[in-house]
T-cell receptor
Framework: AQSVAQPEDQVNVAEGNPLTVKCTYS??????LFWYVQYPNRGLQFLLK??????LVKGSYGFEAEFNKSQTSFHLKKPSALVSDSALYFC????????????FGSGTKLNVKP | AAGVIQSPRHLIKEKRETATLKCYPI?????VYWYQQGPGQDPQFLIS???????DKGSIPDRFSAQQFSDYHSELNMSSLELGDSALYFC????????????FGEGSRLTVL
């Protein structure tokens, strides 16, 4: 069965510091991995994805994520956090063999303090 | 660029009433998904359509039904509304042969009183 885990309900960082939001996944076969951001009362916005190729994926707003197959992780990172990055972040996975299924993690609230 | 359009954005209903939510996917996208998001929760998959046929079903109550029409827009019909149905309902679309990501609408907030 496919699943995604985001072990932290909340991450607090100071503006200008690097941030990491963690995600681990469980899927049979090769995964498609995604990060989305959600601002209050808004839809989910696509940030980046990993399908194949380079393990370090760059996305929107300066975010990047590193795919680690041995650790089944896909952590979201940003070298220097902004207050405007404060939002809810969701990791998601879909399996190549069952492309209709799209599984979300429970979400991590990122708080960036000035 | 065109995005996923959902209407209405806000809806207030009484218990046992019926509600209909509409979704207009991005042009040329062939797959539509419906999700329900309760307060402080992750989106829960309800149902999906590929080329106007139901492709998968999640935790959609029997009181809910959905369809996709010939112009690819989709409607989620909810009957015998309960207080617990109060949530944000998201529609998302994708192109099955595309990069795999879903594109979400801004959501319809349903409040059941």
């Amino acid at each position: 069965a496919q699943s995604v885990a985001q072990p932290e309900d909340q991450v607090n960082v100071a503006e200008g510091n690097p941030l990491t939001v963690k995600c681990t996944y469980s899927v049979s076969g090769n995964p498609y991995l995604f990060w989305y951001v959600q601002y209050p009362n808004r839809g989910l916005q696509f940030l980046l994805k990993y399908i194949t190729g380079d393990n370090l994926v760059k996305g929107s707003y300066g975010f990047e994520a590193e795919f680690n197959k041995s650790q089944t992780s896909f952590h979201l990172k940003k070298p220097s956090a902004l207050v405007s990055d404060s939002a809810l972040y969701f990791c998601a996975v879909r399996a190549l063999y069952n492309f209709n299924k799209f599984y979300f993690g429970s979400g991590t609230k990122l708080n960036v303090k000035p | 660029a065109a995005g996923v359009i959902q209407s209405p954005r806000h809806l207030i209903k009484e218990k046992r009433e019926t509600a209909t939510l509409k979704c207009y996917p991005i042009p040329r996208h062939d797959t539509v998904y419906w999700y329900q998001q309760g307060p402080g929760q992750d989106p829960q998959f309800l149902i999906s359509f590929y080329e106007k046929m139901q492709s998968d079903k999640g935790s959609i109550p029997d009181r809910f039904s959905a369809q996709q029409f010939s112009d690819y827009h989709s409607e989620l019909n909810m009957s015998s509304l309960e207080l617990g149905d109060s949530a944000l309902y998201f529609c998302a679309s994708s192109f099955k042969s595309g990069g795999g990501e879903l594109f979400f609408g801004e959501g319809s907030r349903l409040t059941v009183l």
